[in-house]
């Protein structure tokens, strides 16, 4: 699709970028377009290229021939944006509510398509298992025949997907379907063979077009929405939204270190609130499953690197009862290049049992540690693991590794908080070959210092760089938000550099 910025909207405009897949999803909404002394005229005004966008890339699939037939001769631009405002309108299955359930479905069904099938520079959308997928949901059955056959010398028949739906809640389809997907040259690319109508055990073929006006009850979603692509080996394709309909908030939580030569190591702290995400119970237990995907890009739009992980967890209602007002962390890593400038990670969360999705893009602002000036890392907290240490430093190689423990914000007071962070570059004595690191760290609130820790000089040795280690109690502190501030001296070069990092004491 065209990536483009439509002109003149008046209201709410809804974009989906594809990643991985060449171009974007202009979606109008609510809309008209601002008329500047247009007259009417007796044959209708040419369409903009963003009404031809919406008629052609946004609502194919669900527009009528009579409804598309009346937009094709309406006489201006602004008369589409009204025909737009009302075409979503009356699909709204709840009017009295502030969301259009039928539209926010809709849209999430084109980005899990684009999600799942898109290929070999192809749209998920415009794929016909894409198609379906987007009029009928996600299938209730998935039969998978991997085996290609030959029939003769000169029929090959490739891997194949067999999709049953049964029980959709709509009348005017028949209540079993199923629809049979081939890949005849083993490329990936599967294409509808058939499609039957399956009623009192006699199959009749169904008319694919017919399926065009009716999209299934929304309340029978989340039922149908059981991930049935879990055992793919690997999601092809990557989407983000920036719309309304990201139904997951995600906030993600990048820390810089430095890996290998030229390269940066990034762990990422992603929170998703529980009330969010959708359970089920099993035998007095609450499961929860959700697909994390991250995606870089670089920035002509093309993906540098991508990654997913599927995590499923569970609680008992006791602890499910305490964690209600607070959130999952998914908590992960990647690495990028140091010439990352520009470069945005793209973080999409998918809940499995629900189908819903959360999405969040920024831009990667690596620092340059590819250099000879004293450096200093990102400063991860952490519950302290063992509270009879009181602090603890340990010097490492150059390619230096965070530990594989919780990242945290928020501590209770109790909790004995532990500071990591990593230092770079550290000058090297000219008789010994040692280096002379020192460490402060102050405590503030409100911007007012609080507590300050003397310098701590720590054992030398000859790594220029190093990694810290240390450990303080909070049973003094206050509930509140306070900025733990560490300074390091390098003694043999006389530098210095100070990061600040924040968190919040709570009951």
């Known amino acids: ?53 919406w008629l052609e890339e946004v609502v194919p699939y669900i527009i009528t021939p009579e409804e598309r037939s009346v937009f094709l001769s309406l006489p201006d631009e602004e008369e589409r944006g009204r025909f737009i405002e009302n075409f979503w309108r009356k699909r709204d299955p709840k009017p009295e509510t502030s969301e259009n359930e039928f539209k926010l479905e ?22 016909d298992r894409g198609k379906i997928f987007i009029l009928l949901g996600p299938p209730h059955e998935i039969q998978r025949d991997m085996n290609p056959s030959r029939a003769s010398l000169t029929t090959f028949q490739g891997p194949s997907e067999t999709w049953g739906y049964w029980g ?19 490329t990936g690319s599967y294409i509808l063979q058939t499609g039957l109508a399956l009623e009192g055990g006699i199959s009749s073929p169904l008319d694919i077009s017919s399926l065009r006006f009716y999209f299934d009850h929304l309340e029978n979603l989340a ?23 990201d139904l997951i908030p995600l906030k993600p939580d990048l820390f810089y270190f430095k890996a290998s030569e030229k390269m940066v190591h990034i762990p990422l702290v992603v929170d ?5 995400l959708t359970k089920k119970e099993i035998n007095h237990e609450y499961y929860f499953s959700l697909t ?13 690197f991508e990654k997913s992980k599927d995590i499923n967890f ?78 603890e430093r340990q010097e490492t190689t150059p390619a230096l590794e965070t530990p594989a423990r919780e990242i945290r914000r928020t501590f209770r007071a109790e909790e004995e908080l532990s500071v990591y962070f990593e230092v770079y570059n550290l000058g090297l004595d000219e008789t010994k070959g040692q280096n002379d690191l020192a460490i402060e760290y102050s405590f503030l609130a ?43 001296i390098d003694g043999c070069s006389g530098k210095s550099l100070t990061k600040g990092v924040e968190f919040t004491i709570i009951h």
């Not at 084109?110 to 070999?120: D, P, T, V």
């Not at 959709?168 to 083993?186: A, I, S, T, W």
């Not at 998703?272 to 969010?276: F, N």
């Open 106 to 127: 809709y849209f999430k069904r084109i980005a899990l398509a684009n999600k799942l099938f898109g290929q070999s520079g192809i749209e998920g959308w415009r794929t």
């Open 446 to 488: 409100k911007g007012k210092s609080l507590v300050r820790i003397p310098r701590q000089h720590m054992d030398p040795s000859r790594e220029k760089d190093c990694r810290v280690h240390s450990a303080f109690r909070l049973k003094n502190f206050e509930l509140g938000s306070y900025t733990l501030e560490v300074t390091v």
């Open 1 to 53: 699709m065209l990536k483009s910025k439509p002109q003149r909207l008046t209201s709410r405009l809804f974009f989906v970028s594809i990643l991985g897949l060449t171009g974007s999803l202009l979606l109008l909404s609510s809309s008209g377009f601002c008329g500047e002394g247009l007259q009417a005229e007796k044959k209708p005004d040419p369409l903009s290229k963003y009404s031809r966008q």
């Open 292 to 304: 994390l995907v991250l995606s870089v890009q670089d920035t002509t739009g093309s993906v540098l």
């Open 223 to 245: 039922e149908a929405m059981r991930n049935p692509f879990e055992n793919l080996d690997k999601l092809r394709g990557i989407v983000t939204t920036q719309v309304s309909y």
């Open 168 to 186: 959709l809640q709509n009348p005017r389809l028949p209540y079993n379907m199923e629809f049979v997907f081939v890949d005849k040259l083993g």
């Open 314 to 391: 569970k609680h008992n209602l006791s602890e499910l009862t305490s964690l209600t007002d607070n959130s999952f962390q998914l908590q992960t890593s990647l690495s990028v290049t140091a010439e990352s400038e520009g470069h945005k990670l793209c973080v999409l969360a998918v809940d499995n049992f629900s189908g819903k999705i959360g999405t969040s893009e920024q831009e990667i602002r690596a620092p340059n540690f590819n250099t000879t000036e004293l450096c200093l890392s990102d400063i991860l907290l952490f519950p302290q693991a063992n509270p009879e240490r009181k602090s």
């Open 272 to 276: 998703i609130p529980y009330s969010r």
